[in-house]
RNA sequence: CGGGAUGUGGCGCAGCCCGGUAGCGCACUCGCCUGGGGGGCGAGGGGUCGCAGGUUCAAAUCCUGUCAUCCCGACCA
């Protein structure tokens, strides 16, 4: 069964969706483009949602929910908000089915709804609309909202996580009464975002700032974190939008400020979604199997007991009971494998295929000398630790595992990461590694598209942090204000 | 939506060219032996061959259509 996960080095894709398959995170469905989250794909999302949740809360901001279906007319009052969504929307136009002498199941056609509903692809049209009801004064600002939802894009082509027709996402609704204060938010909610995604997923990120072709539909500026994958293709994995009053003009969503003058309200918005599990999976995780970080990964700890007799049964699993206690009293989540039936080396794979960080394994050698055996997943090393220090010793190389998972990542990025100063060399960087190319632009759509229809290579950002520098763009001969980041991308 | 590939027990596949009524490995069930990295032996259960038409005495196999999935392109978190 292992032995069938496709190797990176032989087809990378492949190797993406074994290692779901194989880890059961996700299904396919009956439904075209469409997936089927699997218990363990949704514990990993709820383990995300947690810690998300918990700095969106720290952060000021509450969790509220609106309605999947969006009045078709919403959708069209911001003009770049349609271009963006319109191609890509479900329609709900008829609220029922009747059965057909002849034809069976179908359509009621005297069920068409007045109006046309859409599955929402985001919701910044219906809670504009609201939020121009809820506020008038400067006093009912900001609004610091956010909700837990799914969303509907129509795409041709979908990959398991990285994009799929519906997926999970939480998508961050704010209105303030200064520009200052609501580009600020969207400053605060990336640092979040770049947070999480390093001490939690391990994943180091790039902050940056979208290019105007790049941008949310209906953004004036976009920022967003983008991530390095093993192949070399880069990922978005999280934006967060400034959008500026367009959404307060288009909602019409005024507010009454100190001088009794009316405003309109400055805005922002932003998401991640289960994309995210896509990124965990392909920064990490290697020819074996699914690997997890710690911090987020649903079993911590796995405790396969080993035993031959019924009376060495009995006092390996009273043993790994009471390791069970005591390690979750010190907060880590851990799982003893008691099942009969399956074999250790059976279970030894099995949670290596799954990611689980630590494995254990009592045997009763262990029991009579007081040991037991530990297994790291990220490096495969095995030690045998005294009984008496177990828990310090899981605790530390957890967070040593984290931290490594996360090194680990850092110095492929970087690996993976050129500077370049002539087209040549973008080019041949390109093919033969991938990666992140850092190269001059002279800030125009124009030397954009044509570097992307030559290459397939796309700005992912220009990055917030060591970005100026004096400079020539190299495919149009124009100066240049500092280094970008391309890449190929998901 | 264009190009390519593939649909056969739960999973992975063979059979198809050369029609004759379905087989292998794994998984599953039961029993015994086993048990520190995917065990062994024995006995079992399970498939109208993606779907719909057509050709034929006879279709998994040939023909037409259709649907789905994967890969590659254009669009996107």
Request: hydrophobic fraction near 40%; proline fraction near 4%; include cysteine.
């Amino acid at each position: 069964m292992a032995d069938a996960i496709t190797s990176r080095e032989q087809d990378y894709s492949q190797w993406y969706l074994d290692i779901i398959k194989f880890a059961k995170l996700a299904d396919y469905s009956p439904v075209r483009g469409c997936m089927i989250i699997r218990p363990n794909g949704y514990a990993l999302w709820e383990n995300m949602q947690q810690a998300l949740d918990k700095m969106f809360k720290e952060t000021g901001h509450q969790n509220a929910y609106f309605p999947i279906f969006i009045p078709q007319s919403f959708l069209a009052k911001e003009a770049d908000h349609v271009d963006g969504f319109a191609k890509e929307c479900a329609v709900v136009t008829h609220s029922r089915l009747k059965v057909d002498p002849e034809l069976g199941l179908i359509v009621d056609p005297d069920s068409k709804l007045e109006e046309n509903l859409i599955v929402r692809p985001t919701s910044e049209t219906i809670i504009w609309d609201t939020y121009s009801r809820w506020i008038q004064s400067w006093r009912d600002l900001p609004v610091l909202m956010n909700q837990w939802a799914n969303v509907v894009r129509w795409e041709m082509r979908t990959r398991l996580f990285l994009r799929t027709m519906e997926f999970l996402w939480q998508e961050g609704h704010t209105a303030h009464s200064t520009e200052e204060e609501a580009v600020a938010e969207t400053l605060t909610i990336l640092d979040v975002y770049a947070t999480f995604a390093e001490d939690f997923m391990a994943v180091p990120v790039i902050k940056g700032i979208k290019t105007a072709s790049e941008r949310f539909a209906g953004a004036v500026e976009t920022y967003c974190i983008e991530a390095m994958m093993q192949d070399g293709k880069a990922l978005q994995a999280g934006t967060s939008h400034f959008l500026g009053q367009n959404f307060a003009k288009a909602f019409d969503c005024k507010f009454q400020n100190k001088n009794n003058e009316l405003e309109y309200v400055w805005a922002t918005s932003w998401g991640v979604s289960t994309r995210l599990i896509g990124a965990l999976i392909m920064v990490h995780s290697d020819d074996k199997g699914l690997v997890l970080p710690p911090k987020l990964a649903p079993t911590q700890v796995a405790l396969v007991p080993i035993y031959r007799k019924d009376e060495e049964r009995e006092s390996v699993l009273e043993e790994a009971y009471a390791i069970k206690k005591e390690l979750t009293d010190a907060g880590i989540r851990i799982i003893v494998d008691d099942r009969d039936g399956f074999r250790p080396g059976w279970k030894f794979n099995e949670y290596e295929v799954q990611g689980v960080p630590v494995r254990l394994a009592l045997g009763p050698r262990d029991v009579a000398n007081s040991t037991i055996e530990v297994a790291r997943r990220d490096n495969g090393q095995k030690e045998t630790v005294a009984r008496a220090d177990l828990a310090d010793s899981i605790l530390n190389t957890l967070e040593a595992i984290q931290n490594g998972l996360f090194e680990r990542a850092l110095k492929t990025r970087e690996d993976m990461t050129a500077s370049v100063d002539s087209y040549e060399d973008f080019k041949s960087v390109l093919d033969s590694k991938g990666g992140f190319v850092r190269m001059h632009w002279d800030g125009t759509g124009e030397t954009e598209n044509q570097i992307k229809a030559e290459t397939k290579a796309t700005i992912r950002c220009i990055p917030l942090e060591g970005y100026e520098e004096e400079g020539v763009d190299p495919v149009s001969g124009k100066p240049s204000k500092g280094r970008v980041y391309f890449a190929r991308s998901y």
